[in-house]
Nanobody, 125 residues
Framework: VQLQAFGGGLVQAGGFLRLSCAASGRPFSSYTMGWFRQVPEKECEFVGAIRWSTGISNHADSVKGRFTVSRDNAKKTVHLQMNNLKAEDTAVYYC???????????????????WGQGTLVTVSS
């Protein structure tokens, strides 16, 4: 499984960005695709995830109502739509994939065995 994240950049507070994660490799029907973010000297933080087979998504409380995870089956791509961005959303964002993840563990990065390279999002205030 190979993951490639892209779409990061510099945006003003209140603006929006859409990150994408292109997936390749084995069939993804059994996978959960997650988005995480990290700032220097802080732990990697769960942002959201989506089950590829059902399209059901979960989001961290800190981004609910502003961020949305979605997937495009035909393009094997997962998106993270980020609206009303805040300075505290500044981070390197990573996409990840894992199998057999139960809902109570969906936010734990240890359950994701495949990771893409990060893409930097900078929100200026």
């Amino acid at each position: 499984v190979q993951l490639q994240a892209f779409g990061g950049g510099l945006v003003q507070a209140g603006g929006f960005l859409r990150l994408s994660c292109a997936a390749s490799g084995r069939p993804f029907s059994s996978y959960t695709m997650g988005w995480f973010r990290q700032v220097p000297e802080k732990e990697c933080e769960f942002v959201g995830a989506i089950r590829w087979s059902t399209g059901i998504s979960n989001h961290a409380d800190s981004v609910k109502g502003r961020f949305t995870v979605s997937r495009d089956n035909a393009k094997k791509t997962v998106h993270l739509q980020m609206n009303n961005l805040k300075a505290e959303d500044t981070a390197v964002y990573y996409c990840a994939a894992g199998t057999g993840i139960i809902i109570s563990a969906i936010s734990s990065l240890r359950n994701y065995g495949y990771w893409g390279q990060g893409t930097l999002v900078t929100v200026s205030s």
